[in-house]
T-cell receptor
Framework: GEDVEQSLFLSVREGDSSVINCTYT??????LYWYKQEPGAGLQLLTY?????DMKQDQRLTVLLNKKDKHLSLRIADTQTGDSAIYFC?????????????FGKGTRLSVIA | DVKVTQSSRYLVKRTGEKVFLECVQD?????MFWYRQDPGLGLRLIYF???????EKGDIPEGYSVSREKKERFSLILESASTNQTSMYLC????????????FGQGTRLTVV
């Protein structure tokens, strides 16, 4: 089945850029997602990228996709203390419309003031 | 504002009790999912449903069952709660399609004593 890997922890200083990396195994995935989980809350969609794109930018967020290496990254520019959260990479299992998203274990981002 | 609502934020149950976790969505989504989230293990899929009365096992279905009698409601049942089922439980729903995001409830933190 689909496997999604992320590092578990990242610590950055306020104002620096954060880069969270993700690798996946199913090359047929058409959409790839980044979710954010704040303490004590459920997951919220942060951004997504379609597989025919290499890059997507949305304000402070930049998503890079390397389909050949099956590598996805999320860059947060000018990281703020409010960005402290767990970030999950997710891809559809078997790229089918009625199947679950498969999530990585999540990267806990800590922002030091 | 779209919503996935879980019936309880916090639950404390005794070992051996039958436990019901309820989830309701108001978006007319076909697909609904139950995940559990544990530190260092990320989100693991317990069960999902792609239609009323339909269910599919996820990665860790043992000790759980589900019920989907109506499209908007998906229930997770712990037949005989055990301490190793202490966890955060997250419900999600997703419209059928390969480019659709999953919407999450706020989570239920279950403690089995």
């Amino acid at each position: 089945g689909e496997d999604v890997e992320q590092s578990l922890f990242l610590s950055v200083r306020e104002g620096d850029s954060s880069v969270i990396n993700c690798t996946y195994t199913d090359s047929s995935s058409t959409y790839l997602y980044w979710y954010k989980q704040e303490p004590g809350a459920g997951l919220q969609l942060l951004t997504y990228i379609f597989s025919n794109m290499d890059m997507k930018q949305d304000q402070r967020l930049t998503v890079l996709l390397n389909k050949k290496d099956k590598h996805l990254s999320l860059r947060i520019a000018d990281t703020q203390t409010g960005d402290s959260a767990i970030y999950f990479c997710a891809v559809p299992f078997r790229n089918s419309g009625n199947t679950p998203l498969v999530f990585g274990k999540g990267t806990r981002l800590s922002v030091i003031a | 504002d779209v919503k996935v609502t879980q019936s309880s934020r916090y639950l404390v149950k005794r070992t051996g009790e039958k436990v019901f976790l309820e989830c309701v969505q108001d978006m007319d989504h076909e697909n609904m999912f139950w995940y559990r989230q544990d530190p260092g293990l990320g989100l693991r899929l317990i069960y999902f449903s792609y239609d009323v009365k339909m269910k599919e096992k996820g990665d860790i279905p043992e000790g759980y069952s589900v019920s989907r009698e109506k499209k908007e409601r998906f229930s997770l049942i712990l037949e005989s709660a055990s301490t190793n089922q202490t966890s955060m439980y997250l419900c999600a729903s997703r419209q059928h399609g390969t480019n659709t995001e999953a919407f999450f409830g706020q989570g239920t933190r279950l403690t089995v004593v």
